[in-house]
């Protein structure tokens, strides 16, 4: 008996949780315009939802705001060090276990600090890429921040027991508690954001440089104070981030059974139907298989059965592994934002010391607020409008309604193509950034070396979103995750790991007087000020290896470039292998009825004329 038009429409209760300007009709997750002045501009999946949750789900509304606060609390605990390098640098030259090269290299120990950090953090992402794959989201973040919490806890006391060796494994804890939730985020928000996916993936990598910042400055205000110290950073920010920890305990998704879309081993299709009983209850979602169909045995009986059964797909780390390396766009981007990272890196270690050591500031400071500032403003304004311009260019390239948006609606075959259009962009921005940042080098007033950083921070910073989105686009969408986690190890791996220590042991060759002591000063300050050139020169070894971005990221352009001619020339092809296979179809049809087939008949009337004799 057909349903009534009265009776309630099938929905899904997957429904889009940061709900689309199209579902305007049924009104539902709608907030008057009198709610939020941001309602007035249609960005509907900026309105504040009426509740936490959706069903068994956490709304996106509250969800990406805590990934943004995580995100800024994990990268402000790594900034402490560079914040205090002077403090750090006196605290592990005398350290009682510190090891004699330390002693005698103090930026050096500074650099194996931050490389501990960072090599504890590429091993835990590789692992956690992999299980992202097997449990729930959730159980792995949140496992992680209470790694990570005892971590940063556990660098405070490092102070009260005067041991080296405590601070660099309690910092090598926290990297690698850290992996698991910057392996989750990014495709969770590309999942969840819908049209707005740029702009969301943007602002969660805004907390890069908002939480380095703030890390910068904090560290370098409580290591300086006369009562605290920068064992008390530590201790305060364990305790300011436990209402996170808490607000991560009532976090809930249900959607895909908690596993990231496509990263699951059971690849399942399943459809919710959603019924209402008679008496008007509560909507009641039963599962039920997407490809049921119904099939008469041989007795005549009818059955449903499900005529494809589920694929099960496989994850192990070495298959893992293996797609990343296969992917030569995924390599040659990655090893292009490792040379970046190396740059950001060793300016964020040595900062500081570069900015005192040049005479720009008397104070650190003063120097470390004035450095931090000008790197968060250009996060802040750099990242939203490169995740701006990746949302412009996605509309271009999504299925069915073009004002959809959003990385939902774009066919996977298109995958290189954006990559190919979005490195160009990405090289002019890295290529702009660098003609203002290497005039620096010349500079004397603390103003014009600070603005001319700001706005080539401001570009590079624009890159983020457009590199995590290509990293993405780079493999099939079950191995993101993986994706994601190849593109920091190697980061890592080629370039904040080892720069730091690197240029710790440049700086120290050439500016030798420009040691810092276990006073927390400069060993040689009149000689220091001599030595300026070497430190402009050691600053110059920095900003040049950013060239080997330019290098790579047109590589990875011309890799995509080729895969996309060489998936072009296969669509063509098959386009026409079907073609000609129903032209083969009708003909044996024709034949079949005893009909004159199509091409028996196109040769019977335009037949090559024959020479008589």
């Known amino acids: 008996m057909p349903a009534s038009s009265s009776s309630p429409p099938r929905k899904s209760s997957l429904t889009p949780l940061i709900p689309n300007d199209d579902d305007s009709d049924n009104g539902k997750d709608k907030i008057s315009a009198s709610t939020s002045p941001l309602c007035t501009f249609s960005f509907s999946s900026l309105c504040p939802p009426p509740s936490f949750y959706d069903g068994e789900t956490t709304r996106p509304f509250y969800l990406f705001p805590l990934f943004l606060l995580i995100n800024i609390a994990t990268m402000s605990d790594r900034a402490i060090v560079p914040g205090a390098s002077k403090e750090f640098s006196a605290f592990v030259g005398s350290a009682n276990d510190a090891p004699q090269l330390v002693q005698d290299n103090p930026d050096a120990g500074l650099g194996?600090?931050?490389?501990?950090?960072?090599?504890?953090?590429?091993?835990?992402?590789?692992?956690?890429?992999?299980?992202?794959?097997?449990?729930?989201?959730?159980?792995?973040?949140?496992?992680?921040?209470?790694?990570?919490?005892?971590?940063?806890?556990?660098?405070?006391?490092?102070?009260?027991?005067?041991?080296?060796?405590?601070?660099?494994?309690?910092?090598?804890?926290?990297?690698?508690?850290?992996?698991?939730?910057?392996?989750?985020?990014?495709?969770?928000?590309?999942?969840?954001?819908?049209?707005?996916?740029?702009?969301?993936?943007?602002i969660y990598l805004t907390g890069v440089p908002l939480g380095l910042a703030w890390g910068y400055i904090y560290g370098s205000y409580m290591a300086g104070h006369d009562m605290w110290g920068w064992d008390w950073a530590y201790y305060f920010e364990a305790i300011a981030s436990v209402p996170l920890l808490i607000t991560m305990v009532f976090v809930k998704d249900e959607t895909n059974g908690g596993i990231l879309s496509g990263a699951g081993e059971h690849n399942i299709n399943r459809e919710v139907e959603q019924r209402v009983d008679d008496n008007g209850g509560a909507l009641q979602a039963t599962d039920e298989p997407l490809l049921a169909s119904s099939s008469n045995d041989e007795n005549g009986n009818n059955h449903n059965s499900i005529q494809q059964q589920p694929k099960r797909k496989k994850f192990t780390i070495f298959s893992e592994i293996k797609t990343c390396f296969s992917s030569p766009v995924l390599v040659s981007l990655s090893l292009g934002f490792a040379a970046m990272m190396a740059v950001v890196a060793s300016l964020g270690t040595f900062g500081g010391a570069f900015v005192l050591a040049l005479q720009l500031f008397d104070d650190e400071r003063v120097a470390a607020t004035c450095f931090g500032v000008a790197a968060a403003l250009a996060g802040v304004i750099g990242t939203p409008l490169g995740g701006r311009m990746v949302d412009l260019l996605l509309i271009h390239y999504s299925s069915g309604d073009s004002s959809a948006g959003g990385v939902e609606n774009v066919d996977e075959s298109m995958r290189n193509e954006i990559v190919t259009n979005l490195m160009p962009r990405i090289n002019i921005l890295v290529g702009v950034a660098l003609l203002f940042v290497f005039p620096t080098l010349a500079m004397q007033e603390a103003v014009y070396f600070l603005t001319f950083l700001f706005i080539g921070?401001?570009?590079?910073?624009?890159?983020?979103?457009?590199?995590?989105?290509?990293?993405?686009?780079?493999?099939?969408?079950?191995?993101?995750?993986?994706?994601?986690?190849?593109?920091?190890?190697?980061?890592?791996?080629?370039g904040d790991v080892p720069a730091p220590i690197l240029l710790g042991l440049i700086k120290d060759k050439l500016a030798p007087a420009c040691k810092i002591g276990q006073d927390g000063e400069f060993v040689d300050?009149?000689?220091?000020?001599?030595?300026?050139?070497?430190?402009?020169?050691?600053?110059?070894?920095?900003?040049?290896?950013?060239?080997?971005?330019?290098?790579?990221?047109?590589?990875?352009?011309?890799?995509?470039?080729?895969?996309?001619?060489?998936?072009?020339?296969?669509?063509?092809?098959?386009?026409?292998?079907?073609?000609?296979?129903?032209?083969?179809?009708?003909?044996?049809?024709?034949?079949?009825?005893?009909?004159?087939?199509?091409?028996?008949?196109?040769?019977?009337?335009f037949h090559p004329s024959q020479d008589k004799r």
């Open 112 to 202: 194996i600090l931050q490389a501990a950090f960072i090599g504890g953090y590429s091993i835990a992402i590789i692992l956690s890429g992999h299980y992202v794959h097997k449990i729930r989201w959730k159980r792995l973040v949140l496992s992680g921040l209470c790694v990570w919490w005892l971590g940063v806890l556990v660098s405070g006391n490092a102070k009260q027991y005067n041991s080296f060796y405590v601070l660099l494994f309690s910092r090598m804890a926290s990297g690698c508690s850290e992996a698991a939730f910057h392996v989750v985020a990014p495709p969770l928000i590309q999942d969840r954001a819908g049209k707005y996916a740029g702009l969301w993936l943007s």
């Open 457 to 494: 921070w401001t570009l590079l910073f624009a890159t983020q979103t457009s590199i995590t989105v290509c990293a993405m686009f780079a493999v099939d969408r079950g191995h993101r995750p993986n994706a994601l986690a190849f593109l920091t190890l190697a980061s890592h791996v080629f």
């Open 525 to 605: 300050p009149e000689g220091c000020i001599a030595q300026e050139a070497g430190v402009r020169k050691s600053l110059a070894i920095a900003y040049s290896w950013t060239l080997w971005c330019l290098v790579f990221f047109e590589i990875a352009r011309r890799y995509a470039f080729k895969e996309k001619t060489a998936e072009d020339k296969r669509r063509v092809a098959t386009e026409r292998e079907e073609q000609f296979n129903g032209l083969l179809l009708r003909e044996s049809n024709h034949e079949t009825n005893g009909g004159e087939g199509i091409f028996q008949y196109y040769h019977s009337k």
